[in-house]
């Protein structure tokens, strides 16, 4: 099952923060974000794994809460390369490199 | 360190035609996944491989298949093409087999069916 991710879009202007969520309606061995910004590849961001550590990346940082099943990606302070869509991919199980992602957030920073 | 590299980077099929992409995963990676990518569906997953071994396989049609090389090249075969087969698809390596760390994307093979 796929997870769901909120909000679908958000249009930021420089130094606003945003919050990126995803939701799982099973159980998460781990979550994984990257970032792909228009015509590229997607570039991994961070993994979450199981006990709910922050990880951060720059200033964007995320959290796991693996008893509600979220994830929640944190953009502190955004700078215009961070506009892209982010994509939260989880693990069908805890073998092999399967990923299925959610739908994609479309961030854009605005000077 | 060279990146993922996919080839053809684009190209154009008609329906019933079938169309092979290949995809070189960074040196040393010897597990290669492919994803299909659309405005409408998204990342899809498609299949796995590691060490020749298929180790996962999305919910796609038999149409689509795929193999791995000794040498970890992989390849991907559509075949009967159909025009919801149009996407860009993507390639991506990993070291190991088990599912912590990043996945190496390459720019992808965008496959226009007409």
């Known amino acids: 099952q796929q997870p769901v991710q909120s909000p679908q879009a958000v249009i930021l202007r420089e130094g606003e923060d945003a919050v990126i969520n995803c939701s799982s309606s099973k159980a998460l061995y781990s979550v994984h974000w990257y970032r792909q910004k228009h015509g590229e590849a997607p570039v991994f961001l961070m993994i979450?794994?199981?006990?709910?550590e922050q990880k951060g990346h720059d200033k964007i940082s995320a959290s796991f809460n693996e008893k509600k099943q979220q994830s929640s990606l944190y953009l502190t302070a955004s700078q215009l390369s961070y506009s892209g869509t982010y994509f939260c991919g989880t693990p069908n199980n805890n073998a092999g490199n399967m990923l299925t992602f959610g739908g994609g957030t479309r961030l854009m920073v605005k000077p | 360190k060279a990146g993922v590299t996919q080839t053809p980077r684009y190209l154009i099929k008609t329906r019933g035609q079938q169309v092979t992409l290949s995809c070189s995963p960074i040196s040393g990676h010897r597990s290669v996944s492919w994803y299909q990518q659309t405005p409408g569906q998204g990342l899809q997953f498609l299949f796995e491989?590691?060490?020749?071994?298929?180790?996962n396989k999305g919910n796609f049609p038999g149409r689509f298949s795929g193999r791995q090389f000794s040498n970890s090249r992989s390849e991907m075969n559509v075949s009967t093409l159909e025009l919801g087969d149009s996407a860009l698809y993507l390639c991506?390596?990993?070291?190991?087999?088990?599912?912590?760390?990043?996945?190496?994307f390459g720019e992808g093979s965008r496959l226009t069916v007409l």
């Open positions: 979450l794994l199981k006990g709910g």
């Open positions: 491989y590691f060490s020749e071994t298929q180790r």
């Open positions: 991506a390596s990993k070291q190991r087999e088990r599912n912590t760390g990043e996945l190496f």
